[in-house]
């Protein structure tokens, strides 16, 4: 399967990663989610090509995961903000987070640590059933594909093994 495959199929999660599945895009939207707003910033604490951070930010906007405002007319300068579709991503930012400090530094060297604004208090989120409120977790909880879903992959297997 090619990548330009996966903005056609059925699966939230493929569609999802064709917008928002590269490095540099993920990058950009944490230092959103850390206050850049700037080229210049996204550019130097990312590390990002200034050709590739535009390219990204063009992309971006098109999902409208962010937006562009002027803040200078001469010369033209533009500062990034997330959308509504953008902070929605904050889940998966905090994923990577949480995976990263448990299986790469561990958490008593996290580099970042989240503080819950209501409470004050030093926080580790973590996804909860929405009906009863209880941890979920990979083991905890099965998946059942759409019908959609279910023909397509049936159809991928035929076409990958030529039946």
């Known amino acids: 399967m090619s990548r330009a495959d996966l903005s056609d199929m059925t699966c939230t999660v493929a569609r999802t990663l064709e917008i928002f599945g590269d490095t540099w895009s993920q990058m950009i939207v944490r230092e959103m989610f850390l206050g850049s707003r700037r080229f210049d910033d996204l550019q130097q604490l990312t590390g990002v090509s200034p050709h590739t951070l535009s390219k990204r930010l063009k992309r971006l906007e098109a999902a409208e995961i962010i937006r562009r405002h002027a803040y200078s007319d001469r010369p033209p300068r533009y500062e990034y903000k997330l959308t509504e579709r953008g902070r929605d991503l904050w889940p998966a930012i905090i994923a990577l987070k949480a995976w990263g400090d448990k299986w790469l530094d561990g958490p008593a060297t996290a580099p970042i640590t989240l503080t819950h604004k209501a409470c004050g208090q030093v926080t580790e989120p973590y996804l909860v059933c929405s009906a009863c409120g209880e941890p979920i977790d990979a083991l905890g909880s099965h998946a059942t594909l759409s019908p959609d ?15």
């Not at 879903?149 to 159809?155: D, G, N, T």
Request: no cysteine; proline share 0%; charged share 40%.
């Open 149 to 163: 879903m279910q023909r397509e992959r049936a159809a991928r297997r035929r076409q990958n093994t030529g039946t």
